[in-house]
Every structure is written in C-alpha cells, then in structure tokens.
C-alpha cells in the first residue's frame, strides 16, 4: 500500500550534481597520482587484508539465538521454556518499536501541523541631507543634478507574536527593564525563543514604482535570497535595511516569499475541484489522485501500475484514456504554481511631516507602517520528536544490546554443542556395543571418503559388517536379497543379441 510519507521521500530537495567545469581553478579536484610507490601498494593492499579478514571473521560469528531442539528434553527445570517467552516478548517488542519509530520518523519529516502563528512586521525609513534639511530657501524647485546627496534608509523588522502578548519592538523591551534587577538573572530558554525573522521566509524583494531612468542610482529593485542550499537557520536576522538614493516619495512594494517545507503550490482549477482544496504539496497531490483513482476503481487488472481515465481525468490530462502510475509526477506539473508572495505596500517619505512632525500633531518621528502576516508554524512536538529519534544515548543503548545479542549466540551455540556430545555419551551409556560397532563403522566411512578409497560412495560394495553377518535376520535372508538374485540370473539367461 503507498503512503503519502513513501511518495514525499521522492520529493526531498537533494543537492545539485556539481560536473567538473563548475569548480573554480583552484578547487578543482585533484586527479590520482599515475603511479603508486611500492609502499603505498602494500599499504592498499595490507587495508583490503585487513578489511577482508574482518569481514570474514563477522561471518563467522553465530547468529541464532534459538535454542537448539532437544534440549528442554534433558534440561531440569522451566529454563527453557521461559528463554523463549523471553524471545517472543522480544519479537513484538522490536516489532513495536520499529513502527513506533518509523511513525515518529514520518511525523517529523513529513507532517504538517496545519498550525498558523501571527508576524508583526513594521516598515519605517529615515531620511538625510534632504533639502529641508540642509536649509535651502526653495524646496520646491526641481534640480536637475543627479548628484544630490540626499538619501533615505528604510528598515524593516519582523517578529512573532506570542499567543495573547501585542508587545511592539525589541527596542522597546530594553527601556521596561528593570535597573535595579540582578545581572545573574535567568536567561529564557533557547528553545522558547520564537524564530527570527529570515527563518519564515526565501527571498524578500523591494520593488519601486518608478521608472528605472529616473532613479538615481538606475535601481528599480532589491533583493534579498536565501543562498542555494542553506538552511533556514542560517545566518538568521530580524531586521533588514537598505539605503538609497532620492529627494522624492517612492512607492514600493514589499514581496515575502514563504518558506515552506515541504514546498506548497498553488493547484489549478480542476486539480482544485478534484481534491477539493486549493493549496497542496507535491506528495499529496500524488496521494489525493491515487486515493480517487482506487475509491473510483479505475486501477486496471492486469497492471496494477495503469488506471483508466474518467471525465474528471481526461480533463487534467488532455483527454488521455489512461495513464502510468510512475508517470504521474510528470502529468501533475502543469497544475502546480508556486504560491503568490505576500505583498506589502509602502511609501518612502522624506518630507518634514513625516520624519519631523511639530509636537502639536502628536504623531511619532518615522512612524512606522504595521502588517500583521500569518505564516505557517512547526509542530511543538518535532523538537521531542527528533531528540527521541536521533538520541545520542539510544545509539549507545542498541551498541550494547547488540554486544549482548553476540553473547547469547555464542551461548546458544555452546548449549547446540553440550547437546550433542550428551546425545553421544547417552547413547554410548544405553548399549556399548551396538554404539562402538555404528561408532566404528561411521570412522571408517569417513576415513575411505577422506582417502577416497569409497567404491561408488557409502560402502555400497557389500563391504560393510552387515554385509558380513549371516543368519536368517541377515541381509542375505530378506526378500529383496532373493529377488535382486533371481532378476541377476533372468538376466544372464538372456542371450545376447550381435
């Protein structure tokens, strides 16, 4: 049976192959010496010795941990029976915890906890050397130099809120400290510390609404990206700010793309319809057509891997009458869009009122412009999760279970042969005689087939003690003896044909 967490382990971002020409000259890969020396040959091949002789000694080593058959027989007392209670209660023990282990590993890498948390982000700029500022008489007029050097810094913060706390800015939480309060006091804890900033989103991009010619440093966008590869955690910040050029207000638009793991995309209108939502991932779309396809029983009988279209089919896949289960990643493409970033519209100021407004307006130097976003949260219980999984003391733990397991093997091959020699001496002790002659006759046997003087192998040559003995309870005496001779002599009656 497929499972969503089997289809998204097809989906996980691997890194690029990186060919040779991608290297710079000074990292490409140095290519082997074309001769070894003596000493590094026989350091190579001293290695795979080595290597060899401790794979070979591995496979030597006894694995069965059962006890052998026979020796509850000859064993006083329920230990044997009680070892073996033991070795099923193990079973399903190693059984659970696999499946509890394998359930957990797919919630931790595969889940989406559908939670939702609330960035407050705030957009602000300042503003210097702009004429109002340097005092010239008549703001008004246009200059057409292009080397003013007024110039704005915008900033913008972002930060999560907490569920029922509306706290402004970071800056702000230094002043409502305490002076008088101890330099010993308790820091929070690194892992309540809500995410910062970067770590919600891929790329942040500033785009102007203005013509690129009358920019004066010709920009009409910036951007920041996640370097290719990086991890959300890396290089995190809660602000950023960039400064430009202008003695003008700007409009821009702010664009957060989301980071979303796995990716989530934006489905067409008749995948839409079809799994009735409207954002998924890649895995679940593939597992939403595979569970329709099988509730519809469109799954042909004589291949598992094609279904038969319906109408709702036919029209995702230009009006194909069937389709590959293998090739349903390639067909689901063209209903996949990447989400639309978050847009945020914002005006650069640089006149008086905004960045120095007389105290009679009551309004704040450079106040800034509040958006409140929703963006997707991970599941609480991931960190435990994962910490249970990838627990360094649980690698220790199975390190020594398996040490015990070696031991018990090699007990259990001890026991297998205690058994046998009891098996001997207690055949030995009931009838000597009969023992030492099948005892003798056994070496004997061994001996021709080592020497290889075995006549058509097993003594088949009537030089066994049996063949010796005579008496009515001999060979000699049995009916198979009388009929093997009449069948030899019918047939020497026969003549031969020339």
């Known amino acids: 049976m497929i499972r969503k967490a089997d289809l998204e382990q097809m989906f996980r971002n691997t890194a690029p192959i990186a060919h040779p020409n991608q290297y710079p000259p000074q990292q490409q890969p140095q290519q082997p010496p074309p001769h070894h020396t003596n000493a590094q040959l026989k350091q190579a ?21 059962n006890v052998p058959e ?36 797919d919630s931790v890498f595969h889940s989406r906890s559908g939670r939702t948390g609330t960035m407050r982000i705030w957009i602000s700029n ?40 509306d706290e402004g800015l970071e800056d702000e939480e230094e002043d409502e400290k305490d002076p008088d309060a101890m330099q010993d006091d308790k820091k929070p804890d690194e892992a309540q510390k809500p995410k910062p900033f970067s770590q919600f989103f891929t790329s942040i991009t500033v785009d102007f609404d203005r013509a690129k010619s009358l920019q004066p440093d010709g920009f009409t966008q910036i951007e920041w990206k996640r370097p290719e590869g990086a991890q959300p955690q890396d290089n995190p910040f809660s602000q950023i700010e960039f400064e430009r050029k202008s003695d003008e207000n700007i409009n821009v638009t702010i664009n957060l793309q989301r980071y979303q793991n796995p990716e989530i995309f934006r489905l067409s209108k008749p995948m839409a319809e079809l799994l009735d939502t409207d954002e998924e991932d890649r895995a679940g779309v593939l597992m939403g057509v595979w569970e329709y396809a099988r509730a519809q029983n469109l799954q042909q009988d004589d291949d598992e891997r094609k279904f038969a279209c319906d109408s709702k089919l036919k029209a995702l896949f230009n009006g194909a009458d069937s389709f590959y289960f293998p090739s349903l990643p390639q067909l689901i493409k063209p209903h996949l869009t990447t989400l639309p970033p978050i847009q945020l519209q914002y005006t650069i100021r640089v006149d008086k009122d905004y960045l120095a407004p007389s105290p009679e307006s009551g309004k704040q130097p450079s106040e800034p412009t509040i958006y409140d976003v929703q963006v997707a949260l991970e599941d609480p219980l991931q960190p435990l999760l994962h910490s249970i999984i990838r627990s360094k003391q649980s690698v220790d733990t199975l390190k020594q279970i398996q040490t015990i397991d070696e031991q018990i093997a090699l007990l259990m091959s001890a026991v297998g042969r205690s058994k046998a020699k009891h098996a001997f001496f207690t055949s030995m002790a009931t009838d000597p005689v009969a ?18 003087d075995a006549a058509r192998g097993g003594g088949e040559d009537a ?10 309870d001999s060979v000699w005496a049995s009916d198979t003896a009388r009929e093997s001779v009449a069948l030899w002599l019918a047939r020497q009656s026969i003549p031969k044909a020339h």
């Open 126 to 165: 300042t503003a210097e050397n702009q004429p109002w500022q340097t005092g010239q008489n008549d703001p008004d007029t246009f200059d057409f130099e292009s080397d003013t050097n007024a110039t704005y810094r915008v900033k913008i913060q972002g930060r999560l809120l907490d569920e029922g706390n």
């Open 45 to 65: 091949q001293d290695a795979e010795m080595k290597r060899r002789d401790e794979l070979r000694r591995k496979a030597k080593h006894p694995t069965n941990r």
């Open 70 to 105: 026979g020796v509850d027989d000859i064993c006083i007392g329920d230990g044997v029976a009680r070892y073996r209670e033991l070795r099923d209660i193990e079973r399903t023990l190693d059984a659970t915890m696999m499946r509890k282990k394998l359930e957990a590993s």
């Open 463 to 472: 030089s066994g003690e049996e063949w010796r003995r005579g008496g009515a």
């Open 435 to 452: 023992f030492v002659k099948r005892w003798f006759s056994s070496q004997k046997r061994d001996l021709e087939v080592i020497m290889g």
